[in-house]
C-alpha cells in the first residue's frame, strides 16, 4: 500500500490521555503561508477511523511564532469533536510525521524540528525535494543549514527580501552539477538569485542543484564579491548580507567530501541598484504676479525611489523650505511622495511653492533626483512707487511708478473720491504719462501742476499684464513742522485735587497741533486735541482749550505748571510759567495709634501724623467711649461719665486721657484738623483702665431701704443677724465677699475704731474663730466667719453671724459668738481684677490685695437679759456718740416695757419674742445696688 507522509500535532494536556482518545488524531492535508504573527496555517481533518472522509469537518489552524527549550512548535490548534461542534484551548505541541496507516494511538512517530517560523515546513524534511521561490521583486539574503550524519544530508533555509518595487522576469536553469562534483554557478548579468531546486539521493549521499534568477527592468548588479567558506564539514550555515542593505545573491560555489558525505559553500553576492529614467516638472516656465503663487512639482519615473529630490535657487541655492536660515519664510518643500507603480516602474514627486512670490524670486530653478530638471519662473510686479509723497501748498508734484512685466501691459492711475475709485485722466491741471525702458521695465507718471488741500490723500497704480493684475498706493501728505509756542496759558480756579489750565495756540496745515504736553513739578502729561476741534484747524485758527488736570495734583501743593505743543514731529519750546498752589483738604487719619493702660483712671495715647497732611494740622480731638463688660444697675451706669472728647494742644503725637473710670473698656481714636477742617479718623483701637476696689465706707457701700449709716440688727443667744451693705460695682466687676467680725476689748470705746482698711490692711491681721474664743488682749481683733463668691450674695441682704446655712464657699467657721463681748462688724468686698474672666470667676484662684470695706455695725455684750441694740456706724464722733447712748438708753427702757407687756420669758439663755417683734424683723428691705 502507499503511504501518504504527513503532519501530525499530538495535544499535551494533563486531562487528556492519547491512548484514551484511540481514534482522534487530526491529518494536515496542506501547508501555507499564516501571516506575520504566526507560523504556519494547516487544514486539519479529523476522522474516527484510519480512513478519510469527504463529509468530515475541516479547521483552519494558526500557530503563533515561539519555541520551546527543545525547539519545538508551540501554538493553538483546534479539536473537532463532531461536524457540528468546536472547541478551543492553547497548549504545547510536538510537530510530528505519521503514515496515514499508522494514524493510530501510540503509533505516531516523533521527530526534531528546529523552530524557525519562516521556514517552509516542506523544506526541513532530510532527503526530501527542496523547492524555494522567492515572491516577486524580492531575492535571497540569507541563507541558514544543519546537517546530519544520520541522514548525511542537510536541511535548509533560504531568506528573501524586497529588492525592486517593479515586477521581474525570471529563468531557471537546468541542474548545474552531478553527483560529487563541484558547484560554480552565478546569474546572468543584472540577474540575481531567487529560487533553489534540489533533491537528494541516498547512494550517493548527495544532492543536485538548479537555480532561478530574475531580474527587474532598470536595475543592475554592481560591487559583486564572493564569500568565504561559509562551513566546515558537518557544520551548521549563517550566512546574512543584511536585510536592509541592496546587496543579494547572485551566484554560488560548493565542493563536496565522500568521507564527510557533506558540502562546503561559498557565496557570490551583488549590490542590486537602479537608474532614474526621468525628472521632469510640470511646466518649463511659470510667468505670475508679484504676491502670487508658484506651485511646481517634480517627478522622478524609474525602477526605484530616488534617494532625494532636491530644488536649487537660481543662484544654486539649496531650497530646504519654511523656516530654514538659507531661504525665505515664503518658501516650501513638501515629502517626497510615491505616485504610482506599473510593471516596468515607479513615479516618485516632490512639490516646491513659493508662496507670495516677489520679483526677487525670479530666474531658473534646477531640479535634482539624480538626474536633473529645470524651469524659469517670472514674477511681474510694481517695482517701486512713491509710498508716500510729502508736499507744500501751491506747489507742483509728480507720482512715479515702475513695473517689470513680459507680456502687454498697460498702467493706470485711480483714486477714492466719497467712497468710490475713480480713474484720473489728463486734463488742465493733471497730466498722465508712460515711458517703456528696454525689454521688461514700464514706468507711469501722474503730475499736478499746483497743489492745494483738496489733492491730499491716497493714489492707486494698477498694471495690468495679459497674464496678472497688480497694483500699490502712493500717498499725498503735507509737510510738516514741529508747531508754533503756545500763545497764552491761563489758570482757573484751582481744587484741592485737580487744576483748570486754558491753552490759547495757533494751529495750520503745515505746522499742526497734535497733542499738548503739560509739564508740572516732576510730572508731565499729554492731552491729545479733539478729532472735531483738529479737522476745522487745518487751514490756520487761533483756539482755546481748557484741561482739568488730577493725575499727581495733592492739596495744599505749590505747583508751577509749562506747556508745550507737539505733533508726531516733535514739540515746541514751553510756554509761560504758571504757579498755582492747591486748596488744602482734610487730612488723611493719623497712623499707628497705640493705647496702654498705666492705673485705673488714666490711658495714654501715641500716635504718628496722617500720612497726607493735606495743609497744616493744627491740633487734634481724641475721641473715647466708655464700656462696661459686666453686669451693672442701670442706675448706676447712668451716673458714670464713660464717654467724651478731648483736644489737644497744638499738633502733639502725645495724650493722656484722665478721670477716667476704672475696670472699663474704652474705644479711642484720633482725628487731625487743619484749615480743611475735620479730617479722617484714625482705626479705633480698644484698652481698658485697670479695675479698682469698690468705694470704701459709705461712699462705696449701699444699705438697703436708702439707709446711710444705720441699719437694725437682731441679736439672740449668741447670733445676731445683721444686714450687709451692698458693694457697688462701678470700679469693676466684684469676685468675692468676707462677713468679718470684730471684738472688741472691755470698755472699748466704739468710736476710737480705726476705718476697717486701716486697722486691718490685709488678710494676714485676722484671727481664726478658735484662737478669737480664747483673746483677752487690750486691742480690738477680727476674725472672716464667712467668705463667698458675689453670685451667692443674699438677695435680701440679711446674714446670721453664728450659725451654719449662710453664704460661705470657702469653709469658714460662722461660730456662735462669745458672751460678755462686745462685737463690731463690717463687710469686706474684692473686686475681679481680669474683666475678661468674669464668666471664669469661680474657676479662678482669688486675689485678696485688692480690697474695700463698709463701716463697721457694733453693739455691746451678750449678757443674760436680752435687748436691742443699735447699729452704728464707725465714723460717729464725741458729741455723736453721747447722743446716741442717750438715744440707746431710752430705746432700751422702751424695749424692756414692751417686753414685760408682752411676757416675753427667757428660759436657758435662749429667747422668745413677740409676734410683732417677729414681724418687725421680717420687714428689712432686699438690697437695691
Known sequence: M??????????????????????????????????????????????????????????????????????????????VHDNKTTTEFSENYDLLYVDVDSCEAGTYVNAEIPCDPSLSQKHKVYDKVLDVDCPDRQAFYRVRSEHDNGAEDRIWQWDCKEVTEISRSCYTTGYINSFDELILFQCDTDYVMAGVHSYHDNGAEDRRWKFTCCRAEGYYTKNCQLSDYLNDWDAAID??????????????????????????????????????????????????????SVVVKCTTVGGRAPSDIKFFSPSGLLLNGAGSEEVNQHIMLSSITKESTSSSNVTYSRTLTLSGALVGDSGTYTCEAEENASFDVTVEAILSINVT??????????????????????????????????????????????????????????????????????????????????????????????????????????????VALEVTAVSDENKPIEFFTIYYNEFSIDFNIPQDLAQGLLHGNLFSITYNISSNILPNTNYVFTVSSCNDLGCSETKDIVPVTTLPSSSSPPQKLTVSNTDTTSLWLTWMEPEMLNGNISFYKVKYVGTKLYNISEALLSSLSLEGDRDTTGPTFFFILTELVPGTQYTVTVTAFNEAGKGMPSSPVVESTLVDSPPSGEEGFLFPNGSETTELVMISDQRAEIVLPRPLNINGALSHHQVVVVLLPEDFSPASLLPADALFPNIDTFMTYADSKTYKGPNPVAYITAEFDDKLFPSDSVFTVGVD??????????????????????????????????????????????????????????????????IIGGSAGAAGFAVILIVVFIIALVAVIKFRKKKVIIERGHIQMSKSELESKDQVANPVY
Open 2 to 79: 502507499m503511504k501518504i507522509t504527513l503532519l501530525y500535532f499530538s495535544v499535551v494536556l494533563s486531562s487528556i490521555n492519547f491512548a484514551a482518545a484511540k481514534n482522534e488524531c487530526f491529518l494536515l492535508v496542506s501547508i501555507e503561508p499564516c501571516g506575520k504573527d504566526h507560523a504556519l496555517s494547516f487544514h486539519a481533518k479529523r476522522t474516527v477511523t484510519r480512513h478519510l472522509q469527504a463529509s468530515d469537518q475541516k479547521q483552519r489552524i494558526c500557530l503563533p511564532v515561539g519555541c520551546d527549550g527543545d525547539h519545538r512548535m508551540k501554538g493553538q490548534a483546534v479539536l
Open 239 to 292: 550566512y546574512s548580507v543584511g536585510s536592509t542593505s541592496s546587496r543579494v545573491f547572485v551566484g554560488a560555489f560548493s565542493e563536496h567530501s565522500n568521507p564527510y558525505e557533506d558540502r562546503r559553500w561559498k557565496i557570490m553576492s551583488c549590490e542590486y541598484v537602479s537608474d532614474i529614467f526621468e525628472v521632469s516638472t510640470t511646466q518649463d516656465k511659470y510667468v505670475v504676479g508679484e504676491g502670487n
Open 389 to 498: 509723497l510729502e508736499v507744500i501748498i501751491q506747489q507742483p508734484v509728480k507720482m512715479t511708478c515702475l513695473a517689470t512685466v513680459f507680456t502687454p501691459s498697460t498702467i493706470t492711475w485711480w483714486r477714492e473720491v466719497d467712497g468710490e475709485m475713480i480713474q484720473i485722466v489728463s486734463d488742465s491741471g493733471t497730466d498722465i504719462y508712460q515711458e517703456k525702458f528696454g525689454q521688461n521695465l514700464l514706468w507711469s507718471f501722474l503730475e499736478i501742476e499746483k497743489m492745494d488741500s483738496t489733492h491730499i490723500g491716497t493714489y492707486n497704480c494698477k498694471v495690468a499684464t495679459t497674464s496678472n493684475n497688480f497694483q500699490a498706493d502712493v500717498t499725498l501728505a503735507l509737510i510738516k513742522e514741529s508747531p508754533e509756542t503756545p500763545v497764552k496759558i491761563t489758570e482757573t480756579s484751582p481744587d484741592s485735587r485737580w
Open 805 to 870: 446655712g449662710q453664704p460661705n464657699d470657702r469653709q469658714y467657721e460662722n461660730g456662735p459668738l462669745p458672751r460678755g463681748t462686745t462685737f463690731a462688724f463690717f463687710l469686706r468686698a474684692y473686686p475681679l481684677i481680669d474683666i475678661s474672666e468674669i464668666d471664669k470667676v469661680h474657676e479662678k484662684e482669688r486675689q485678696y490685695s485688692l480690697f474695700s470695706s463698709s463701716d463697721f455695725v457694733y453693739d455691746n455684750a451678750l449678757e443674760s437679759e436680752p435687748k436691742t441694740v443699735i
